[in-house]
């Protein structure tokens, strides 16, 4: 009796977890374009923007930078910091606003063109704890 009633709750679950999981899953390929970037790139090939850096502490690191992420930089005397749109060769695009036809344009810049790129490295409990230290400093009573 407890093994037929043991048996028919499995039954029944069984059956009810075939209706509980949705039927339009999503394909890994799929999950990956939707999130873009660097995971875009994993689907199909494509050219990227590699930056080598060789610090005087960490050591070697590569940087990368796919079409869609934010790249900034400094170049021809003025700072950029806009969406990275194309990689080629010898050059790479970006899209800048014009705002007098009202859409975005492709700038390209030679390699040679960029004076520096600046990278923002998020470093979860040092830069959370660069904005509290400034104002654990301060202070709100007034000297007498």
Do not use: W
């Not at 999503?26 to 873009?36: A, K, M, N, P």
């Not at 875009?40 to 930056?51: D, E, H, N, S």
């Amino acid at each position: 009796m407890i093994r037929l009633l043991i048996t028919t709750l499995f039954s029944i679950g069984f059956f009810l977890s075939g209706y509980a999981q949705p039927r339009d899953t999503l394909t890994i390929e799929q999950q990956l374009e939707r999130r873009g970037g660097i995971y875009l790139a994993q689907t199909r090939p494509t050219k990227y923007l590699a930056l080598d850096v060789n610090h005087a502490l960490g050591g070697f690191h590569r940087y990368r930078f796919f079409p869609g992420d934010e790249l900034h930089f400094k170049a021809r005397g003025e700072k950029y910091r806009e969406e990275l749109y194309a990689v080629s060769d010898t050059t790479f695009t970006i899209l800048m606003a014009n705002e007098v036809m009202n859409r975005d344009e492709p700038v390209s810049f030679r390699f040679d063109e960029v004076q520096k790129v600046m990278l923002h490295r998020r470093i979860p409990f040092v830069t959370a704890a660069g904005t509290l230290f400034p104002l654990a400093g301060s202070s709100t009573e007034r000297p007498t």
